[in-house]
């Protein structure tokens, strides 16, 4: 008898297993599909982005209309998908955190891989980059070895702040590339390491001769579109239409009218 209903017990206890097995694998494969077809439904991509990073994301001063180079790139994602680019302006340090939060589908802000491989999933590639070191420009920081020791104004959650810290730098929790700039001018901070395009683009735009690129840093960097983990049929689409953008030439005609050359490569 006890034979009898243990061998029950197990019988019952494996086809309990069994079904939870089979519906975590039916959730997880209908998540990725729930996404899509939930953005595909609204008819609209909820995208994350900063809205003061330019030229990537800003807002024009006559026009105060929101564009740049990102935000050209996703609105034409988003057009080959059929759907409207819903932007959400977030500082870069909630970013990461609006997403979790699902505030937003995607975000669209010149993020980086490295560090955040495995916390979320990334489109292919839509820019490459170098770093620079953005200095006072009487300074005498010109090379790597000078940072160590010095004060650099970064976004703490920004992968620039990753390189300041490996070079040795203190650093100085700043909003954004302005904030660290302006700090840089007032003498609170020796450096920042940012974007090569970014800073060219200010350096451009504003007519700032009180800083210069020191140096540039690092290897070259590549830039993504980052979702929530599980957001695969969405991610699948999006790469569709990069893919689209890169072979008919619409993704570098776009790179040139920002930067006079195609950074998409």
């Known amino acids: 008898m006890k034979k009898a209903l243990f061998a029950l017990f197990m019988m019952v206890s494996i086809a309990m297993l069994a ?23 609204k008819g609209v991509l909820t995208v994350g982005t900063e809205g003061t990073y330019e030229p990537f994301t800003f807002h024009d001063k006559k026009t105060d209309k929101l564009t740049g180079y990102d935000v050209e790139v996703i609105q034409e994602v988003a057009k080959r ?45 839509y820019t490459t980059s170098n770093a620079v070191v953005v200095t006072k420009k009487d300074s005498t920081i010109a090379k790597e070895a000078d940072v160590k020791g ?7 959650t920004s992968n620039y702040n ?17 904030q660290s700039l302006q700090l840089i001018q007032q003498g609170r901070a020796d450096l920042t390491y940012n974007d090569k395009l970014a800073v060219l683009n200010y350096l451009k735009t504003s007519g700032n001769k009180n800083v210069k690129i020191a140096f540039e840093a690092g290897q070259p960097q ?25 072979e008919d030439g619409t993704l570098s005609k776009i790179a040139k009218k920002w930067f006079g050359e195609d950074v998409s490569k």
Not at 19 to 41: I, P, R, T
Not at 150 to 156: E, F, G, N, V, Y
């Open 162 to 178: 990753k390189l300041a810290k490996e070079a040795g730098a203190k650093i100085e929790g700043v909003e954004g590339m302005a």
């Open 222 to 246: 590549q830039t993504y579109f980052a979702f929530r983990k599980g957001s695969g049929e969405l991610v699948t689409h999006v790469n569709k239409a990069l893919k689209e953008m890169k």
């Open 81 to 125: 998908l059929g759907l409207k680019a819903d932007f959400k302006e977030t500082q870069w340090d909630s970013m990461f955190a609006g997403l979790n939060a699902k505030r937003f589908d995607v975000v669209a802000n010149q993020v980086g891989k490295t560090g955040r491989e495995n916390q979320y999933d990334f489109s292919d590639k």
């Open 19 to 41: 079904a939870c097995g089979n519906s975590q694998d039916s959730g997880s494969k209908s998540k990725d599909g729930d996404l899509w077809a939930s953005v595909k439904k």
């Open 150 to 156: 010095k004060t650099a104004a970064q976004s703490l």
